[in-house]
C-alpha cells in the first residue's frame, strides 16, 4: 500500500503565509511527480503545483510568484510554500504523486486533504 499524510493547512489573514507538506511511505519504488491540487466549494478540482523527478516546476497562473513549491526524494515529501495568501485561495488541499510501486504498478495516489482558509 502507499499513503501520503499532508499537514500544514489552517486558518490565516489574508496577506499571510501557510506552509504545507506531505510524505508519501508504503512500498513505493520511485515517485515521478508530487504536486498539490485545491478544491473550493462548488467547484472543481484544480492544478496548483507539481514538480518532477528533476525538480520540474508547474504552477496555476493564479499562484505563479506567491507559492512555491519544493520536494526531498530521499524522504519521499513535497512542500508548498504560500505567501501573500488571498481569500480565493481558501479551499481543501490535496496532495498526490505519480508513484511506481515496489509490486510494479504506476498511479496516482492522494491525501485525505487539509484545508487552507485565507479570511478577508
Known amino acids: 500500500q502507499v499513503h501520503l499524510v499532508e499537514s500544514g493547512g489552517g486558518l490565516v489573514q489574508a496577506g499571510g503565509s501557510l506552509r504545507l507538506s506531505c510524505a508519501a511511505s508504503?512500498?513505493?519504488?520511485?515517485?515521478?511527480?508530487m504536486g498539490w491540487h485545491r478544491q473550493a466549494p462548488g467547484k472543481q478540482r484544480e492544478l496548483v503545483a507539481s514538480?518532477?523527478?528533476?525538480?520540474?516546476?508547474n504552477y496555476a497562473d493564479s499562484v505563479k510568484g506567491r507559492f512555491t513549491i519544493s520536494r526531498d526524494n530521499a524522504k519521499n515529501t513535497v512542500s508548498l510554500q504560500m505567501n501573500s495568501l488571498k481569500p480565493e485561495d481558501t479551499a481543501v488541499y490535496y496532495c498526490?504523486?505519480?508513484?511506481?510501486?515496489?509490486?510494479?504498478?504506476?498511479?496516482?495516489?492522494w491525501g485525505q486533504g487539509t484545508q487552507v482558509t485565507a479570511s478577508s
Open positions: 498526490y504523486g505519480r508513484i511506481h510501486t515496489e509490486w510494479g504498478h504506476v498511479g496516482d495516489y
Open positions: 508504503g512500498s513505493i519504488r520511485s515517485i515521478y511527480v
Open positions: 514538480i518532477g523527478s528533476s525538480d520540474n516546476t
